[in-house]
């Protein structure tokens, strides 16, 4: 079950190969208040079901549910993100349409979550496989929270190298010292949109087991930086990354292959 929940967090925002034909979609809804429990009970009481069954047929490989934490525009913005891995993107609208067969005795619209929550924004994307996780993690206590980051590097290749040649092991050596409060961490490639308004070319997402280890310093004071950290890349910043927390509310994914 461990090594089943880890990878969960690996296909989280992820698809397999530059070349394979798995998307991942981040889409982003706005619930407000007064419909927010309701929702989320829709969500893991029959469209989980769904996610799961689609699983099993080989449809979707990942599904997950995450609520926002903080943040600004709280009484307009999205504060929902759903992400999907799916291995055929062309058969989306199929998928979705297979809950009534799951429920045969329930109303669509007590299952429905379209009244209670409204599309702002859909991301579709690729994986840079790099995920990575503390040694001995458990999913189920110390996946709760995670900061999802996208990025605007000039050089795209030049970014994700240093990520993964550079960044990555500095992690992976943090945890295995208990010098870092993350419990996980990987990133990804933004296939689209690509517009003025969204000049975002990478994602990463950084993974918490409480919303106090978020929101606090991520490495300890005694944790020995390599000298020269993180200069290659300097220059190689188009403009500010966004950074946004969520709390992981559910999440489906299929085993590993054998």
Same mark, same amino acid.
């Given at each position: ?6 990878? $969960? ?9 530059? *070349? ?41 490989? $990942? &599904? ?21 891995? *799916? ?8 998928? &979705? ?19 209670? %929550? ?48 550079? &960044? ?29 308004? $969204? ?23 005694? *944790?020995? &930086? ?30 590993? %292959?054998?």
């Amino acid at each position: 079950m461990k090594k089943l929940s880890l990878l $969960f967090l690996g296909l989280l925002f992820c698809t397999p190969t530059l *070349f394979a034909q798995e998307v991942i979609t981040h889409q982003y809804r706005r619930v407000e208040p007064e419909n927010m429990q309701e929702y989320l009970k829709r969500e893991t009481t029959y469209w989980q079901k769904l996610a799961e069954s689609e699983v099993t047929k080989g449809n979707l490989t $990942f &599904w997950a549910i995450l609520q926002k934490v903080g943040g600004i525009h709280q009484d307009t913005g999205s504060n929902i993100l759903i992400v999907n891995t *799916f291995n055929d993107i062309d058969a989306s609208n199929e998928i &979705w349409g297979n809950v009534q067969a799951l429920f045969p005795d329930t109303k669509m619209e007590d299952m429905g979550t379209g009244a209670l %929550a409204k599309n702002t924004a859909t991301i579709f994307l690729r994986n840079g496989n790099n995920f990575t996780a503390a040694p001995n993690a458990d999913p189920q206590k110390d996946f709760k929270y995670v900061y999802v980051l996208y990025h605007q590097p000039k050089n795209v290749a030049k970014h994700m190298d240093f990520e993964a040649n550079e &960044w990555k092991p500095l992690i992976e050596k943090a945890m295995a010292e208990g010098k870092t409060t993350l419990k996980g961490w990987g990133n990804d490639y933004i296939i689209m949109p690509e517009s003025e308004k $969204f000049q975002y070319r990478t994602s990463s997402y950084d993974l918490f087991s409480s919303l106090s280890e978020a929101l606090g310093p991520q490495f300890s004071e005694d *944790f020995t &930086w390599p000298d020269d950290f993180g200069d290659i890349v300097q220059d190689n910043n188009n403009g500010p990354r966004h950074k946004d927390l969520y709390r992981i509310v559910t999440m489906v994914s299929a085993p590993p %292959a054998e």
